[in-house]
Nanobody, 122 residues
């Protein structure tokens, strides 16, 4: 019903930058939040950044504050993650998540993208 497609991952040297994009499509009545999570090998998936679509309030993990910026394009149902000053510990698969209502008056459900690999290494 709802598809999330991420792009923009890759290999970057420490101190470098990457920009991730996520596009939501399908049966969408409204989007409440969009965000980015990441999962490194052997670790649990963790929140990186999240944005409330209406109003634009944001929430960041302490480990990325001041380095990462989340933004959205409401007209295109897209969310972005600008990642600067990348560190080796940022290496992970990054997942886009969106909380979506698919019909008026319906419940909200969480949807996930397939993930995009970010590797920070020299």
């Amino acid at each position: 019903q709802v598809q999330l497609v991420e792009s923009g991952g890759g290999l970057v040297q420490p101190g470098g930058s990457l920009r991730l994009s996520c596009a939501a499509s399908g049966t969408i009545f409204s989007i409440n939040t969009m965000g980015w999570y990441r999962q490194a090998p052997g670790k649990q998936r963790e929140l990186v950044a999240e944005i409330i679509i209406s109003g634009g309030s944001t929430n960041y993990a302490d480990s990325v504050k001041g380095r990462f910026t989340i933004s959205r394009d409401n007209a295109k149902n897209m969310v972005y993650l600008q990642m600067n000053s990348l560190k080796p510990e940022d290496t992970a698969v990054y997942y886009c998540k969106s909380r979506v209502r698919t019909a008026a008056g319906g419940m909200r459900y969480n949807y996930w993208g397939q993930g995009t690999q970010v590797t920070v290494s020299s």
